[in-house]
Nanobody
Framework: QVQLVESGGGLVQAGGSLRLSCAASGRTFGSYTMGWFRQAPGKEREFVGSISYSAANTYYADSVKGRFTISRDNAKNTVYLQMNSLKPEDTAVYYC???????????????????WGQGTQVTVSS
């Protein structure tokens, strides 16, 4: 069992940057594949990126590739989403998700994950 708490959202101008954090409880964080998703009003939840438990593998949606970076600090039980060159279309509630895989794999669909945070709002103004 793991509980996730996101932070770091806010309002930023287009072209700006934000770093989201997701703090996890539990003693086995290091065995979890982590993911970031987002959901804009009236839209489906969308995959943003994923990182394997050892950070050996990462994978990003095409819409954020080259602008967003996922990292993790297993000693701090925290995963990060660095977002640069933000665009108005990045506006959404951002969620982190966790799945105990114990393997160097990334996961890209919401159904792959058992644990979710409450979300943090990111708003990018034009």
């Amino acid at each position: 069992q793991v509980q996730l708490v996101e932070s770091g959202g806010g309002l930023v101008q287009a072209g700006g940057s934000l770093r989201l954090s997701c703090a996890a409880s539990g003693r086995t964080f290091g065995s979890y594949t982590m993911g970031w998703f987002r959901q804009a009003p009236g839209k489906e939840r969308e995959f943003v990126g994923s990182i394997s438990y050892s950070a050996a593998n990462t994978y990003y949606a095409d819409s954020v590739k080259g602008r967003f970076t996922i990292s993790r600090d297993n000693a701090k039980n925290t995963v990060y989403l660095q977002m640069n060159s933000l665009k108005p279309e990045d506006t959404a509630v951002y969620y982190c998700a966790a799945q105990n895989t114990g393997h160097h794999i990334v996961l890209v669909t919401p159904e792959d994950y058992d644990y979710w945070g409450q979300g943090t709002q990111v708003t990018v103004s034009s």
